[in-house]
Nanobody
Framework: QVYLVESGGGSVQAGGSLRLSCAASGYTASLHCVAWFRQPPGKEREAIAAVDYYKAPDVVDSVRDRFTASKDNAKTILYLQLNNLKPEDTAMYYC??????????????????????WGQGTLVTVST
């Protein structure tokens, strides 16, 4: 069993920054596929960042100039650095993972592929 806990969300003004963390616990030995998704109010969930066994963390093109994903392998944490935040970034941000999968990054980023295990989410609110 794998458990995911997100942290780092909060309320900021436009132009501000936040660093989200996704910490995995439980049986993480085969946990290579991890991603960040977000769901703005009244909208569908969308993939933002992902990493897998073969490929480094990456983000979708729409946020590439402002968001960066990185991974701490020793602590099994996937970070999402949010810079120059805009009101439209307001959303619940979720971490998700697919235990046992080695390949998922490109499918998540290109096709918004859903994953098996989800965290509870962390709320990001950006005001003008």
């Amino acid at each position: 069993q794998v458990y995911l806990v997100e942290s780092g969300g909060g309320s900021v003004q436009a132009g501000g920054s936040l660093r989200l963390s996704c910490a995995a616990s439980g049986y993480t030995a085969s946990l290579h596929c991890v991603a960040w998704f977000r769901q703005p109010p009244g909208k569908e969930r969308e993939a933002i960042a992902a990493v897998d066994y073969y490929k480094a963390p990456d983000v979708v093109d729409s946020v590439r100039d402002r968001f960066t994903a990185s991974k701490d392998n020793a602590k099994t944490i996937l970070y999402l650095q949010l810079n120059n935040l805009k009101p439209e970034d307001t959303a619940m941000y979720y971490c998700a993972a697919e235990p046992g999968a080695r390949v998922c990054r490109d499918d998540v980023l290109r096709f918004n592929r859903s994953l098996e295990v989800w965290g509870q989410g962390t709320l990001v609110t950006v005001s003008t």
